[in-house]
């Protein structure tokens, strides 16, 4: 049973009072808050599908980061692990950050810059991890062309609307996988893998910026995660003349910490759409999309906008910013 005695047989840290569940994220895993006589500890719980394969660059990116106060420290267990075992699941302990999430209406220039910088000193810290796995998990699958004859009227469901543009792009897409032309040529690197607002804390105590939830991490080209973490701060009821300003402010404090090279700047949104396309339908496939609509209609709705404004944001990219 997990308990404070889970924390002290383990960690070797006296908790005074009961863990407390902070929240339950569904499939990924589960978080409790406790303390001892001097701060509070997050316990965190990898989703019982998760193996030592993906917890273990997950603890090390944190445990990395945190060296550079871009993360919560992680706690070695007794073993000298940054994680341990009980019964079926993971755990692994850190420091709770006192701060708030900043929300994306509260985006002023100052905060937009702040983050741009701070996505960045990530990446390029974690390009520098000297832990290389062969075959990492990356998040990102290719459709079997041959074993999924998929047809676009079966990835759609009926009640989604709006959305025609896609099938054109589709079946490029499947062509352009069956003949192996997917040859995007960006460096891999560890990533977080699922930046976003929720997962980036504003400390109280200095106003630095922390990010947390590590489960995703992946070996992956950071364009990946650059067009990701914009496309959740800008405003998609707007296409990109309205959402400019967030770009070039991104863009130009980004790139004043790890600049881009040309090929990730014309490629960057091309690579993330198909991740997109990708991702649709090889999750899809596995389920109904009936019971993942909100999913679905998520990354539809990423998908109409990049198609709609593609050619704006190249030439962007392509400038000076």
């Known amino acids: 049973m997990l308990n404070y005695k889970t924390i002290q047989d383990n960690w070797n840290i006296k908790i005074v ?5 902070v929240k339950n994220q569904g499939y990924m895993s589960r978080v409790w808050k ?12 990898f989703a019982i599908r998760f193996d030592e ?6 603890c090390e990116c944190q445990k990395y980061l945190a060296l550079f106060g871009l993360a919560p420290n992680v706690y070695y267990t007794k073993d000298m692990m940054l994680y341990c075992k009980i019964d079926k699941h993971f755990y692994f ?3 709770k950050i006192e701060g708030t999430n900043i929300k994306s209406r509260n985006l002023s220039k100052e905060i937009i810059s702040c983050l741009g910088k701070f996505v960045a000193s990530i990446h390029l810290r974690l390009s520098t991890m000297n832990i290389h796995l062969e075959d990492y998990h990356t998040w990102f699958e290719v459709p079997n062309v041959e074993r999924k004859k998929i047809e676009f009227k079966d990835l759609i469901a009926s009640d989604i609307s709006g959305y025609s543009f ?5 079946y490029y897409f499947l062509k352009f996988v069956s003949n192996k032309h997917l040859n995007f ?7 977080h893998g699922d930046m976003h607002l929720n997962n980036i804390i504003m400390s109280l105590q200095n106003n630095d910026l922390k990010i947390i939830d590590f489960d995703q991490v992946s070996f992956f080209p950071r364009v990946y995660e650059i067009g990701r973490f914009l496309l959740t701060i800008i405003n998609l009821e707007k296409d ?3 959402n400019i300003k967030i770009f070039q402010i991104f863009f130009h404090a980004y790139t004043s910490i790890y600049p881009l090279s040309k090929d990730e700047k014309s490629g960057m949104f091309d690579y993330y759409y198909f991740c997109l396309i990708s991702n649709v339908i090889c999750y899809y496939k596995e389920y109904e999309v009936k019971d993942n609509l909100k999913f679905v209609l998520e990354r539809l709705q990423k998908m109409r906008w990049i198609n709609e404004n593609i050619n704006l944001i190249k030439e962007f990219l392509n400038s000076d910013f």
């Not at 009072?17 to 569940?21: F, M, N, P, V």
Request: proline share 5%; hydrophobic share 30%; aromatic share 18%.
């Open 34 to 45: 406790c303390k001892d006589n001097s701060k509070e500890y997050i316990l965190k719980e």
């Open 53 to 58: 394969r993906s917890i273990y660059p997950a």
């Open 185 to 191: 040529k960006f460096p891999f690197q560890f990533i």
């Open 93 to 95: 302990l850190s420091d």
């Open 17 to 21: 009072d009961e863990l407390e569940l």
């Open 166 to 170: 896609l099938e054109e792009q589709y």
């Open 240 to 242: 990109f003349h309205g």
